[in-house]
């Protein structure tokens, strides 16, 4: 049985709660509350497993092809799920130029507008840099517009974009784009200004394991 160390809030654990419901993989769902007690992910029992302290985590215990193994970082756990459990859906495309695109559409949100906007960076800013709330969330907005006028740009002018990112069956960037655009809601970011973007997420929550991975079904959701 996977174990995943997740958060309910976690846009990067969301992205793994997709990709582990798309595959059809059962998995253990383990908490990991990032505010409780100072974040439970900086506890010495979490950071032996994860150095980083961030979540998601990923504990292969029966894997098919490897053993047991802790896997970190959402874009390479997900990789692996695609490539350990390759029975469809396909996460990746089975063309060259298409796996390409896929997860350049995916590290547009993982590796550009994440990392910008995630808790420790808008922690920092407001603890150690002295901002002000609305400063923090000019910060977040700001990035958040910027990242998505670029992605919806890249997805409404190519060919390649179906019902999906890529296509007419969801994948890697899907699984990362969804996640994303609920947090800029939560944040009160507009998002109408995106009608690609806004039509393939709102397809996406039709499916049963984008649904299911909500945060508000979460067991540890508050």
Known sequence: MLTLYTYFRSSAAYRVRIALGLKGLPYDSHAVHLVKDGG???????????????????????????????????????????????Q??????????GRARVRALAQVVACEIHPLNNLRVLRY????????????????????????GALEEMLATSSATGQFCH???????????????????????????????????????????FAQAAPGLQPDAE
């Open 167 to 209: 296509g007419d069956t969801p994948t890697l960037a899907d699984c990362c784009l969804v996640p994303q655009v609920f947090n800029a809601r939560r944040f009160g970011c507009p998002t109408q200004g995106y009608p690609t973007i806004e039509r393939i997420v709102a397809t996406c929550e039709q499916l049963p394991a």
């Open 40 to 86: 439970q992910q900086h506890t010495s029992a979490y950071r032996a497993l994860n150095p980083q302290a961030l979540v998601p985590s990923l504990q292969t215990a029966t894997a098919p092809t490897d053993g047991s193994a802790t896997l970190t970082q959402s874009l390479a756990i997900m990789e692996y799920l695609e490539e350990a459990y390759p």
């Open 125 to 148: 800013l407001t603890q150690d840099m002295g901002l002000s709330s609305q400063q923090k969330d000019a910060w977040y907005a700001h990035w958040i517009a910027l990242g998505l």
């Open 88 to 97: 469809a859906p396909a996460l990746l495309p089975a063309d060259l130029l």
